[in-house]
Nanobody, 120 residues
Framework: QVQLVESGGGLVHTGGSLRLSCTRSGSMFTINRMGWYRQAPGKERELVAAVGSGGNTDYGDFVKGRFTVSGDSAKYNLYLQMNNLKPEDTAVYYC??????????????WGQGTQVIVIS
């Protein structure tokens, strides 16, 4: 019954900034990772940034210091601050939650995505 809802996408010019938000409802037995992925037209979905259970962060190589992921310790909310946006950042950005819904079953939840468009 976990649901993820993203917001904050939009259309910006090259060099602009956006702040994406992901809000979780419902409970998990354990949470292993929560993060952001993106998918551009005709391309595979790729990792943008994620936070592990211990608070460690993992970023895609393309970020190059431009993006910052943050959230609360209980992982009810997750944010992605994106600065110095480039046209190649254009994609649908998805929030993802990976963990256990009980002692034996893995849950892999996705939001419906928020569109980011960066124009020259």
């Amino acid at each position: 019954q976990v649901q993820l809802v993203e917001s904050g996408g939009g259309l910006v010019h090259t060099g602009g900034s956006l702040r994406l938000s992901c809000t979780r409802s419902g409970s998990m037995f354990t949470i292993n990772r929560m993060g952001w992925y993106r998918q551009a037209p005709g391309k595979e979905r790729e990792l943008v940034a994620a936070v592990g259970s211990g608070g460690n962060t993992d970023y895609g190589d393309f970020v190059k210091g431009r993006f910052t992921v943050s959230g609360d310790s209980a992982k009810y909310n997750l944010y992605l601050q994106m600065n110095n946006l480039k046209p190649e950042d254009t994609a649908v950005y998805y929030c993802n939650l990976l963990g256990y819904i009980n002692a034996v079953d893995v849950g892999d939840y996705w939001g419906q995505g928020t569109q980011v468009i960066v124009i020259s």
